[in-house]
């Protein structure tokens, strides 16, 4: 069982998605739990504040490190990353972190029992958090987005379908793309022919080491086209 903490100041975001597709069947096979906590939850003012100015000046605010190092600490039972448990990761999730890959979504499903993922928002985060409590900076891709709660959803999708049992056929995350560094191959279905196009006749034939030859091949000329930087 693999338990997941969200920290965020918008808990919300996640419970619609937590009730579809691959994380709704591993919740409900009891393969993760999940859970998103509003961060406000540990702020002890009046008016609950996670953010304020930079210093130096700048644009935006930044999230105050008291309520996340309240909420890490409570939620991990430890003071700082060293006291962790061996299969706990506290993740930030930050355009300036390592970028997501298969492989660390892999890592993570085979060596970690407990996520802690905290949300970044506005214009950072506080340094304090990630030189004290985050054993990994995480970024989803070259782009800037908003806040980290659509990179949190990501990672944790990526993750759960990893976990033994969550997709229904194993071999079919062993052998899809990204895994072998080369794209899958185009897949169809019926029917044959649709407004007057055709399905590649071979994968229609049976020969099943046609098949595989034509697949290796069209997987080879999709990567050539859309990602060429794998192929390197
Ligand atoms: Cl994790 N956060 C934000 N705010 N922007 C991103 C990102 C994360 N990954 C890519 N862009």
Redesign the pocket.
């Known amino acids: 069982m693999l338990r997941c903490d969200i920290i965020t100041i918008f808990p919300d975001f996640f419970r619609e998605t937590f009730a579809y597709g691959i994380i709704r069947r591993a919740r409900a096979a009891g393969l993760v739990e999940l859970e998103a906590h509003d961060l406000r939850r540990w702020t002890s003012d009046k008016h609950r504040i996670v953010d304020d100015r930079p210093f130096g000046g700048g644009e935006g605010m930044v999230l105050k490190p008291e309520p996340i190092f309240a909420a890490v600490r409570e939620l991990t039972g430890a003071a700082s990353r060293k006291d962790y448990a061996s299969q706990t990761r506290v993740i ?4 300036q ?1 390592r ?2 890959t298969q492989a660390m979504a892999q890592d993570l499903s085979q060596q970690t029992s407990h996520i802690v993922l905290i ?3 506005y214009e950072g985060v506080d340094e304090r958090v990630a030189d004290e409590l985050v054993t990994d900076e ?11 709660e ?3 959803l ?2 944790i999708d990526a993750l759960i379908r990893l976990l033994p049992g969550a997709v229904g056929n194993e071999s079919s995350t062993t052998n899809e793309s990204f895994t072998e560094s080369l794209l899958d191959c185009p897949q169809y279905t019926r029917p044959p022919e649709f407004s007057g196009l055709k399905v590649p006749e071979v994968l229609l034939n049976g020969h099943h080491a046609e098949i595989a030859r034509w697949r290796r091949e069209a997987a080879l000329k999709k990567t050539e086209r859309n990602r060429p930087d794998l192929l390197k």
């Not at 930030?92 to 355009?95: A, M, Y």
């Not at 989803?140 to 980290?148: M, W």
Request: charge should be neutral; proline fraction near 8%.
């Open positions: 930030l999730l930050s355009p972190g970028v997501f949300c970044g928002r995480v970024s989803i891709g070259d782009y800037v987005l908003s806040g980290g659509p990179a949190a990501v990672v």
